[in-house]
């Protein structure tokens, strides 16, 4: 079955060019000029990845449109590159914040869309398995999206369930801050390595209350892994 991309963008031309491109790729697109009609088209055909522009008249941005898409469970694991003419730092990290999968400035090559969708979807596939995975008490449900600890359900950002995800789907394995941008970001998104180390604050954080902060131990020289083994020294 050909995954069916979603285009949001209020400029005609832009929505075209990358229609083109996408149907050469072998993608099968549709599009919408706003927000709300896109929320329609994505509740009602749940394409397999949505190209959303940051900055779209009406009231509803792009930004404020992934946002709320990643709050919904019925919709969140549907993954959401953000296109936009904003470069600055700030906005990038705000954008993955929001739970957007990848970033891209404009303007950009068609062909480096298409690889970034591809990426984008095989990550996507790889996170959204059946199969629960479960370390020591620690539940991951990839079908719901939802961490768990016994029967309480542990709260966190879209950015951080990712994350989680790739530790828990990677356990007992060291990997550089380039790695894991590579790995649950895609390596083309243009943010700096502090970038992980707040999102892995922030994972700590939510795992503390419950025990599993120790889970995410910093390797000296290298970055992070994710281990269960109790002769391992926790992260400091």
């Not at 991309?5 to 229609?19: F, G, K, Q, S």
């Not at 599009?31 to 394409?47: C, K, L, N, S």
């Not at 542990?154 to 828990?168: I, K």
Request: glycine share 6%; proline share 4%; with cysteine.
């Amino acid at each position: 079955m050909t995954d069916r991309i979603l285009i949001v963008d209020d400029e005609a031309p832009i929505r075209e060019m990358i229609h083109t491109a996408l149907d050469l790729a072998g993608f099968d697109c549709v599009q919408a000029e706003d927000a709300r009609t896109a929320h329609a088209i994505i509740v009602d055909q749940r394409p397999a990845l949505i190209l959303l522009d940051w900055m779209m008249p009406g009231s509803m941005s792009g930004i404020e449109l992934c946002r709320r898409l990643k709050k919904d469970e019925s919709l969140s694991e549907i993954p959401v590159i953000m296109l936009t003419a904003r470069g600055e730092e700030d906005n990038k990290v705000q954008g993955l914040d929001a739970g957007a999968d990848d970033y891209m400035t404009k303007p950009f090559s068609t062909r480096e869309l298409v690889s970034r969708i591809k990426a984008v979807l095989r990550r996507a596939s790889a996170l959204n398995a059946d199969r629960a995975i479960n370390a020591d008490g620690l539940t991951l449900d990839p079908v719901s999206q939802r961490i768990s600890v016994g029967t309480h359900t542990v709260e966190m950002g879209p950015t951080e369930y990712r994350l989680l995800a790739f530790f828990m789907t990677h356990p007992e394995r060291a990997y550089t801050r380039t790695q894991m941008l590579d790995q649950v970001w895609g390596g083309n998104v243009y943010v700096e390595d502090r970038t992980i180390d707040v999102h892995i604050r922030r994972l700590r954080k939510v795992l503390e209350p419950h025990g599993f902060d120790r889970f995410i131990q910093t390797v000296r020289g290298t970055g992070y892994r994710f281990s269960t083994r109790i002769d391992l020294q926790p992260a400091t």
